[in-house]
C-alpha cells in the first residue's frame, strides 16, 4: 500500500488539488495536522475513514499510524499543511518509511507563501526592481539555521523576503531587516490566508511589530519583506511582453 503526503494547501478546501481530493476520497486511513487545517478539508474523505489528528503527536508516534495503516493493508493520505516542500517534515518521515519497507508518493499543494501574495495582489518579482524571492524561517527555540543561512546574508541581496514560523519575533526581526531594507520598506503579515478567520496586516519595518502586537497573533501566519509589496508600484516592463520583442517565425511573411 501507500502512504501519499498531500499539500492540504493553505487551508481552504476548494484550494485542494483534483488529485489531492481523489486521493483522499480513495485512503481509508488520513492523518493531519489539526492546527492549521480548515476542517473542510476532511470532509472529502470517506464517511467511513479512519482520521487521525496528529498535532499532539511526535514522530514516533506519527510512523506507528503509518506503518500499522499499511501492514493492514490500507492506503494512507497524510494531508501536510502548505506543499511538502516546506518545512513539512517530509525528509524524516520518510526516511522512517522506508526503513520499514513502507512506500509513499508526494501530491504538491499551494503553499502559504502564494496564498498570501495572492490575498495580497501582489507578485513577488518585479521587473528591475527585485527578481528572486527567498522562503526561509528563524531560529529561537525550534530546530537551528543554518550558519550561512542567517537572516542578515539574504537580506544583503534585496530580494523579497518570506518569513515562515517567525510571528513570534517579529519586533526583532523587523529591525534586524530596516539596516538592509530601510525602515519604510514595506512589510506584509497574513493569518491563515484563504480561511474564514484570515487577517491581513499591512505597514513598513517601522510599524508592523505594534500592529502585530495589537492583534495578538502568535501562529499561523507568513511574513512578507520587500519592495515588491510597494502599493501602486509604478515599475520597468518585461522584456516577454514588450511591444518592440521580435516575435514569431523568422522565416518568409506567411501572410
Known amino acids: 500500500m501507500t502512504v501519499h503526503f498531500i499539500g492540504a494547501g493553505p487551508g481552504a478546501a476548494d484550494l485542494l488539488t483534483v488529485r ?11 492523518l493531519y495536522a489539526g492546527t492549521y487545517l480548515d476542517p473542510q478539508v476532511l470532509a472529502y474523505c ?26 493492514a493493508g490500507k492506503d494512507v493520505a497524510r494531508l501536510c499543511s502548505g506543499d511538502p516542500s516546506l518545512y513539512s517534515a517530509l525528509t524524516e518521515q520518510t526516511r522512517r518509511l522506508d526503513a520499514h519497507g513502507v512506500a509513499w508518493d508526494v ?9 498570501a501574495a495572492a490575498l495580497l495582489g501582489a507578485e513577488l518579482t518585479v521587473p528591475e526592481l527585485v527578481q528572486s524571492v527567498v522562503l526561509t524561517r528563524t531560529h529561537a527555540r525550534s530546530t537551528a539555521m543554518p550558519e550561512p543561512e542567517a537572516l542578515a546574508n539574504f537580506a544583503a541581496t534585496g530580494a ?15 529591525a534586524e531587516l530596516a539596516a538592509d531594507y530601510g525602515p519604510d520598506c514595506p512589510v506584509a503579515v497574513v493569518h491563515r490566508a484563504s480561511q474564514p478567520e484570515q487577517l491581513v496586516l499591512r505597514g513598513t519595518l517601522t510599524d508592523i511589530a505594534d500592529q502585530v502586537e495589537a492583534t495578538g497573533l502568535r501562529q499561523a501566519a507568513v511574513i512578507l519583506v520587500g519592495r515588491a509589496l510597494t502599493p501602486a ?23
Open 107 to 115: 501530491t504538491p499543494g499551494v503553499p502559504a507563501y502564494a496564498a
Open 46 to 71: 470517506a464517511p467511513d475513514a479512519a482520521l487521525i489528528d496528529t498535532q499532539q503527536l511526535d514522530l514516533d508516534q506519527i510512523t506507528d499510524h503509518l506503518v500499522r495503516a499499511d501492514r
Open 20 to 30: 489531492a481530493v481523489e486521493l483522499l476520497r480513495a485512503s481509508p486511513v488520513c
Open 160 to 174: 523579497t523576503l518570506v518569513l515562515h514560523l517567525a510571528i513570534t519575533r517579529v519586533r526583532t526581526l523587523a
Open 233 to 255: 508600484i509604478s515599475c520597468a516592463e518585461s522584456h516577454l511582453y514588450d511591444p518592440a520583442r521580435v516575435r514569431g517565425s523568422t522565416g518568409p511573411d506567411r501572410r
